[in-house]
T-cell receptor, first 113, second 114 residues
Framework: DAKTTQPTSMDCAEGRAANLPCNHS???????VYWYRQIHSQGPQYIIH???NNETNEMASLIITEDRKSSTLILPHATLRDTAVYYC??????????????FGQGTELSVKP | GAVVSQHPSRVICKSGTSVKIECRSL??????MFWYRQFPKKSLMLMAT?????????EQGVEKDKFLINHASLTLSTLTVTSAHPEDSSFYIC??????????FGPGTRLTVL
């Protein structure tokens, strides 16, 4: 699975959009970009995933560049409850690994009042 | 949405004892589950893949005799930390994938070995 690079930490003002970048320059054509987050002392939570088109759900939007070498997770109106570590993971969907996820260090997002 | 539970949420044990942690998928079946451990201020580290009806697959460097995994049914996987020592103190998290290839994680089990 391709390696990802994320900033160690970011701050965001409450009510503003939080834009979390992820670089995955070695991504393969069949690898998806997944985003999970982990609030302190809890299990990770799935946010969104995509292959090459931009995706949006009730939690966030995922913007993937045309060359697929980077992506941005957007939380449109960040709240204090969005304070968490955000993980960008690139992997092949399904496959013989059956969903195994390899976590990097992630970005620690702090939403401030 | 799909829910994965873990029991217990916290456990404190004496050095040398064994501890069993349960992971259950509450509203879906999972032929595969995953076990992770997480040290303070560190990322999750995949320990093993639990396979229903067959042996678990361990990641490199994880002792299979130390961390016993049993996938007894399509909704239950257990992780037993045998002869626990203080260095085994950690946050243990399980996950299970849905058919849509989305992983759902349990709330985690905090193990403290005295």
């Amino acid at each position: 699975d391709a390696k990802t690079t994320q900033p160690t930490s970011m701050d965001c003002a409450e009510g503003r959009a939080a834009n979390l970048p992820c670089n995955h320059s070695t991504i393969s054509g069949n690898e998806y970009v997944y985003w999970y987050r982990q609030i302190h002392s809890q299990g990770p939570q799935y946010i969104i995933h995509g292959l090459k088109n931009n995706e949006t759900n009730e939690m966030a939007s995922l913007i993937i560049t045309e060359d697929r070498k980077s992506s941005t997770l957007i939380l449109p109106h960040a709240t204090l409850r969005d304070t968490a570590v955000y993980y960008c993971i690139v992997r092949v969907a399904g496959g013989n690994q059956g969903g195994k996820l390899i976590f990097g260090q992630g970005t620690e997002l702090s939403v401030k009042p | 949405g799909a829910v994965v539970s873990q029991h217990p949420s916290r456990v404190i044990c004496k050095s040398g004892t064994s501890v069993k942690i349960e992971c259950r998928s509450l509203d879906f079946q999972a032929t595969t589950m995953f076990w992770y451990r997480q040290f303070p201020k560190k990322s999750l580290m995949l320990m093993a893949t639990s396979n229903e009806g067959s042996k678990a697959t361990y990641e490199q460097g994880v002792e299979k005799d130390k961390f016993l995994i049993n996938h007894a049914s399509l909704t239950l996987s257990t992780l037993t930390v045998t002869s626990a020592h203080p260095e085994d103190s950690s946050f243990y998290i399980c996950s299970a994938p849905l058919a849509t290839d989305t992983q759902y994680f349990g709330p985690g089990t905090r193990l403290t070995v005295l």
